[in-house]
Nanobody, 129 residues
């Protein structure tokens, strides 16, 4: 397994931008897909975006399409989540996850789900109105 550490969260005004990073260590020689989830107070953890090892496949939640971009730099063992046009409803703790395939971020019915695998400790994003 890999160990994950998120960074880049903070306080930003609505309409602003943040870039989150997810740094991996440990068994980074094996390929893995990376995804981002978020959890707001009193709500369930929800899928945000995922990217395959090659970067050739990406998934996005409808709520962030066109505003967020997931990317990765395998030479740096780091994945990123560029968040633009932030809204107060984007306020949450953001977690990154790593698993063997991007397909593991989806269920048999096609809905997104938290995969088994490695998880980071989370980074807080707060968007003020």
């Amino acid at each position: 397994q890999v160990q994950l550490v998120e960074s880049g969260g903070g306080l930003v005004q609505a309409g602003g931008s943040l870039r989150l990073s997810c740094a991996a260590s440990g068994r980074t020689s094996s390929s893995y897909a990376t995804g981002w989830f978020r959890q707001a107070p009193g709500k369930e953890r929800e899928f945000v975006a995922a990217i395959s090892w090659s970067g050739g496949s990406t998934y996005y939640a409808d709520s962030v399409k066109g505003r967020f971009t997931i990317s990765r730099d395998n030479a740096k063992n780091t994945a990123y989540l560029q968040m633009n046009s932030l809204k107060p409803e984007d306020t949450a703790v953001y977690y990154c996850a790593a698993t063997g395939s991007i397909k593991l971020f989806t269920s048999a019915s096609g809905t997104f789900r938290p995969p088994s695998g490695s998880w980071g400790q989370g980074t807080q994003v707060t968007v003020s109105s």
